[in-house]
């Protein structure tokens, strides 16, 4: 099992990073990634005067727990006006990074092309974050989208938390025919929970594993999971 959207207390989540690492590991979870959010005016976050000791404490827990789960090291950017885009750090020292919003009108998400110009100037995984597709991108051709997502590494995330959900539906649900065609290209997928507040939060991403094996979506989340371990500090 693995889980690799995870919110501490270096955000608005209420378990300090050691808490949740330690009911991972009790929940035989065999790899977590800790993903606080990005300097936002929408909630708690990490401002960019904290990464280091953000990356600095998480990087003490994979020292210390390592043997008994993998850690990684992200940064939930909130893709819209509430973030100075324009000022964004290189973000070196970090795994990966999840955008969220991205061309979400509802929340007066940025562009995706704004985030392929953003790609050019940061070397990490990209991954888009609880993205509703099947309304964000309704208008797109889905075959130009999955190109377009494939030539600029930019991945997608399936996301179990309730609060992206349709209908009691996850997003990634709604959208069958764009996820059965990623599964012919090189995009990678990614699997959160996005946990702030309930540690049954860790595990809850059962759904999202039988998704990648309806979708024959196996190759795209070994695709996230060697990209990540490629920039793993």
Do not use: C
Not at 166 to 174: A, N, Q
Request: charged share 30%.
């Amino acid at each position: 099992m693995m889980n690799f959207h995870i919110h501490s207390t270096w955000s608005d989540g209420t378990y300090t990073p050691e808490i949740i690492v330690k009911e991972a590991i009790k929940r035989k979870i065999d790899k977590i990634a800790i993903t606080d959010h990005y300097a936002t005016t929408k909630t708690t976050s990490l401002p960019p005067k904290y990464i280091k000791m953000y990356v600095e404490d998480l990087k003490a827990l994979r020292k210390k727990y390592g043997k008994e789960i993998d850690i990684y090291i992200g940064l939930e950017i909130d893709f819209s006006p509430r973030t100075d885009i324009d000022n964004l750090p290189d973000f070196s020292d970090v795994d990966f990074l999840l955008f969220e919003y991205v061309q979400d009108e509802f929340w007066e998400g940025y562009p995706l092309w704004m985030l392929l110009n953003l790609r050019k100037e940061i070397d990490k995984p990209f991954i888009l974050a609880h993205n509703e597709i099947s309304r964000n991108f309704k208008d797109s051709d889905i075959v130009s989208l999955v190109r377009v997502l494939e030539a600029d590494n930019i991945g997608i995330e399936l996301n179990t938390n309730f609060n992206y959900r349709k209908f009691e539906i996850p997003y990634y649900r709604l959208a069958p025919q764009f996820f059965r065609l990623i599964s012919e290209y090189k995009v990678p997928v990614s699997v959160g929970s996005d946990m702030h507040d309930d540690l049954n939060d860790l595990a809850n991403v059962e759904d999202a594993f039988s998704f990648i094996q309806e979708m024959h979506l196996e190759d795209n989340f070994k695709l996230f999971l060697k990209e990540v371990e490629k920039y793993e500090g």
